[in-house]
């Protein structure tokens, strides 16, 4: 007897070794569909009793027991090759069945999961901290879960609906475009590979602002240290910027500590703005710090008497970001 195992997620793919074996009576498990059955030319339900006929036994289910009969006594095996991903498709399957039938499911919207897809951030973190592979796999699925959700809720859109198939193929294009040359095995060199994802990164963005793209949601030390990334890079004075930017105190009873910092830092955002916007004005290209310092100067001398009040530091703050303390009074700062 040769076991046909096909897979039960694609039971219609054949493989080419066993399409003589298909040609008579078949036996078969109960699992296998019913379209399948149709498309042999006669089956009969595998048993105890006909199991040792010689002819193929076709089955979708490697567990099933009288396939491990089967194999167990050294019958051979022709199996549908299954690709890494495949059980995602049963979980495509079953986010879809909730979010149609779930009294919970189907009420949720984008908006309702944002507390759940942040909890389930924070829990992967921790699992990675605990170096735990269960528990580090068991946050990826809650994880997953999440993506899957958030793409099925799309998919019931009125208006440019999409689902997780463009997901997908959103995710392949950006990756593939922005790393041609690892792909093409043109080369094997990190800093190449970390250029070329910049250069066409920027090149998809056009991006008007240094700081486009930076998600102001995240939590404010995040923030900070994406603002600083992004103004290094684009050869910006770091040095001017407030050093209360730069470093947290702590007080019991004070103020929110998250929310003074994410102030600070929004607000060095729209000076950042501001900056750009004066450089554009006056054709100035923000590639050196004489230019940026140029720009941040032009962009103070137009601002409004209110918005320059509105724009003052509080009274816990010694000094402006722009137009602030030298490099040296910095030394103490670490601005990474």
Same mark, same amino acid.
């Given at each position: 007897?040769?076991?046909?195992?096909?897979? $039960?997620?694609?039971?219609?793919?054949?493989?080419?070794?066993?399409?003589?074996?298909?040609?008579?009576?078949? &036996?078969?498990?109960?699992?296998? $569909?019913?379209?399948?059955?149709?498309?042999?030319?006669?089956?009969?339900?595998?048993?105890? /009793?006909?199991?040792?006929?010689?002819?193929?036994?076709?089955?979708?289910?490697?567990?099933?027991?009288?396939?491990?009969?089967?194999?167990?006594?050294?019958?051979?095996?022709?199996?549908?090759?299954?690709?890494?991903?495949?059980?995602?498709?049963?979980?495509?399957?079953?986010?879809?069945?909730?979010?149609?039938?779930?009294?919970?499911?189907?009420?949720?919207?984008?908006?309702?999961?944002?507390?759940?897809?942040?909890? !389930?951030?924070?829990?992967?973190? #921790?699992?990675? *901290? +605990?170096?735990?592979?269960?528990?580090?796999?068991?946050?990826?699925? *809650?994880?997953?879960?999440?993506? &899957?959700?958030?793409?099925?809720?799309?998919?019931?859109?009125? #208006?440019?609906?999409? *689902?997780?198939?463009?997901?997908?193929?959103?995710?392949?294009?950006?990756?593939?475009?922005?790393?041609?040359?690892?792909?093409?095995?043109?080369?094997?060199?990190?800093?190449?590979?970390?250029? !070329?994802?910049?250069?066409?990164?920027a090149a998809e963005?056009?991006?008007?602002?240094?700081?486009?793209?930076?998600?102001?949601?995240?939590?404010?030390l995040a923030l900070?240290?994406?603002?600083?990334?992004?103004?290094?890079?684009?050869?910006?004075?770091?040095?001017?910027?407030?050093p209360a930017l730069?470093?947290?105190?702590?007080?019991?009873? /004070?103020?929110?500590?998250?929310?003074?910092?994410?102030?600070?830092? &929004?607000?060095?955002?729209?000076?950042?703005?501001?900056?750009?916007?004066?450089?554009?004005?006056?054709? &100035?290209?923000?590639?050196?710090?004489?230019?940026?310092?140029?720009?941040? /100067?032009? +962009?103070?001398?137009?601002?409004?008497?209110?918005?320059?009040?509105?724009?003052? $530091?509080?009274? *816990?703050?010694?000094?402006?970001?722009?137009?602030?303390?030298?490099?040296?009074?910095?030394?103490?700062?670490?601005?990474?």
């Amino acid at each position: 007897m040769t076991v046909v195992l096909l897979d $039960p997620t694609r039971p219609d793919l054949i493989p080419i070794r066993a399409r003589r074996l298909l040609a008579g009576t078949v &036996l078969v498990t109960e699992d296998v $569909p019913a379209a399948i059955l149709w498309a042999l030319d006669h089956v009969e339900p595998a048993t105890d /009793d006909n199991i040792d006929r010689d002819m193929a036994l076709v089955s979708t289910d490697p567990h099933h027991r009288l396939v491990r009969t089967a194999l167990a006594r050294g019958d051979e095996l022709i199996a549908v090759p299954v690709p890494s991903g495949s059980a995602l498709l049963e979980a495509v399957a079953l986010m879809d069945t909730l979010r149609r039938n779930g009294p919970w499911e189907s009420r949720q919207t984008h908006t309702s999961l944002r507390r759940y897809l942040l909890e !389930e951030v924070y829990e992967l973190l #921790d699992a990675i *901290d +605990a170096d735990d592979p269960r528990e580090l796999a068991e946050e990826l699925g *809650d994880l997953l879960l999440q993506v &899957l959700f958030h793409a099925r809720i799309a998919a019931d859109r009125p #208006d440019e609906p999409f *689902d997780i198939d463009d997901v997908a193929r959103g995710f392949t294009a950006k990756v593939s475009g922005r790393t041609p040359g690892v792909l093409s095995g043109a080369h094997a060199d990190l800093e190449t590979q970390i250029r !070329e994802w910049e250069e066409r990164k920027a090149a998809e963005k056009q991006r008007g602002s240094v700081l486009d793209g930076v998600a102001t949601t995240q939590p404010a030390l995040a923030l900070t240290q994406k603002i600083l990334e992004r103004l290094t890079a684009a050869a910006f004075p770091v040095d001017l910027i407030d050093p209360a930017l730069l470093t947290i105190v702590v007080i019991a009873g /004070d103020d929110s500590i998250e929310d003074r910092a994410r102030q600070r830092a &929004l607000k060095l955002i729209e000076q950042v703005r501001g900056a750009e916007r004066h450089a554009r004005a006056v054709g &100035l290209t923000l590639d050196t710090r004489a230019a940026w310092v140029a720009a941040l /100067d032009g +962009a103070t001398e137009h601002t409004e008497p209110g918005e320059r009040d509105q724009a003052a $530091p509080g009274p *816990d703050e010694q000094v402006d970001v722009v137009g602030g303390p030298k490099a040296e009074d910095l030394e103490s700062v670490n601005p990474a």
